[in-house]
T-cell receptor, first 113, second 114 residues
Framework: SQQGEEDPQALSIQEGENATMNCSYKTSINNLQWYRQNSGRGLVHLILIRSNEREKHSGRLRVTLDTSKKSSSLLITASRAADTASYFC?????????????FGQGTTLQVKP | GAVVSQHPSWVICKSGTSVKIECRSLDFQATTMFWYRQFPKQSLMLMATSNEGSKATYEQGVEKDKFLINHASLTLSTLTVTSAHPEDSSFYIC??????????FGSGTRLTVV
């Protein structure tokens, strides 16, 4: 399977703490994206990082990409209870120009107030 | 920005019946639409790619006769789950290819087969 792996599978922290999630993938990519999914709901696009980028910031989010290790991390700083959700990485393969995505297994984040 | 409207948001059907899910691109044309499935507490898996004017492309292991995908126009793609069974209960979500606004997903459909 080309599906990526994420760790941890579940993460529970207190409000105000930082949360770090990791994603590993198997093949060459054009870009890697992170999505949030609240329970039973659709996907919210958080951030996209291209294969030639190493780090990207958006508000309280910081994403890194290491193409040599085929891995990425998502850091959420100063977490809030509203950040409670599942987080998925998704890769757009460089072997495909169609735009289809391969999703990681996801990390379930619980932020306790 | 680009919007993909997906309906219904949830549906409950009896075992053996068929269910149609629609995805419409509201302010842009999409020659391709991706269909994903997500079982409870699992990740999203690509099922198939619909193509306007040609047959859909199915991923390995996805039954073509069970999951009928049609790309009727440049703004409409449909997924029909035929003869649904409880094991087909899942979250189905569509996505348009990346455009100027990036990747655009529908809001998803929660299918429950009883």
């Amino acid at each position: 399977s080309q599906q990526g792996e994420e760790d941890p599978q579940a993460l529970s922290i207190q409000e105000g703490e930082n949360a770090t999630m990791n994603c590993s993938y198997k093949t060459s990519i054009n870009n890697l994206q992170w999505y949030r999914q609240n329970s039973g709901r659709g996907l919210v696009h958080l951030i996209l990082i291209r294969s030639n980028e190493r780090e990207k910031h958006s508000g309280r989010l910081r994403v890194t990409l290491d193409t040599s290790k085929k891995s990425s991390s998502l850091l959420i700083t100063a977490s809030r209870a509203a950040d409670t959700a599942s987080y998925f990485c998704a890769t757009a393969l460089s072997s495909s120009n169609t735009g289809k995505l391969i999703f990681g297994q996801g990390t379930t984040l619980q932020v306790k107030p | 920005g680009a919007v993909v409207s997906q309906h219904p948001s949830w549906v409950i059907c009896k075992s053996g019946t068929s269910v149609k899910i629609e995805c419409r691109s509201l302010d842009f044309q999409a020659t391709t639409m991706f269909w994903y499935r997500q079982f409870p507490k699992q990740s999203l898996m690509l099922m198939a790619t619909s193509n306007e004017g040609s047959k859909a492309t199915y991923e390995q292991g996805v039954e073509k006769d069970k999951f009928l995908i049609n790309h009727a126009s440049l703004t409409l793609s449909t997924l029909t789950v035929t003869s649904a069974h409880p094991e087909d209960s899942s979250f189905y979500i569509c996505s348009a290819p990346p455009g100027v606004s990036g990747y655009t997903f529908g809001s998803g459909t929660r299918l429950t087969v009883v």
